[in-house]
């Protein structure tokens, strides 16, 4: 009997998650794919090595990076945006950049201090 209470409450915090995080992605819109720019390498000669991303729409800074592993799948020519997502319930709102079918860049922007990007 408590299992099915638990539950209950489990689903019941999931559903306000899930109402919340929509309303703070609502009307945030990602940037045009036409506005990611690359910004430079993190970590370089490090196994942890990353080219990093930077786009800016209607005065909010987007950031994100991509292993150099993975870097040779973005191609900024052909990029195209998705849709905004909240990423977390602290305000985090994220938008997948996609080459073709595959989400190839993530970049991110807290909303809980307008217009900061997320670190």
Do not use: H
């Amino acid at each position: 009997m408590k299992m099915t209470k638990i539950s209950g409450y489990s689903f019941a915090m999931m559903a306000l998650l899930a109402v919340c995080g929509g309303a703070s992605a609502a009307g945030v819109a990602c940037p045009a794919a036409s506005a990611v720019k690359q910004a430079g390498t993190s970590n370089a000669g490090t196994q942890q090595e990353e080219t990093d991303y930077v786009a800016t729409e209607s005065g909010k800074t987007w950031k994100g990076s991509v292993s150099a592993y993975d870097e040779q799948n973005v191609d900024l020519k052909t990029l195209s945006a998705g849709k905004a997502s909240t990423a977390n319930a602290k305000g985090l709102v994220a938008c997948d950049y996609f080459n073709g079918a595959t989400a190839t860049l993530r970049l991110t922007m807290d909303t809980s201090n307008a217009g900061a990007p997320a670190k």
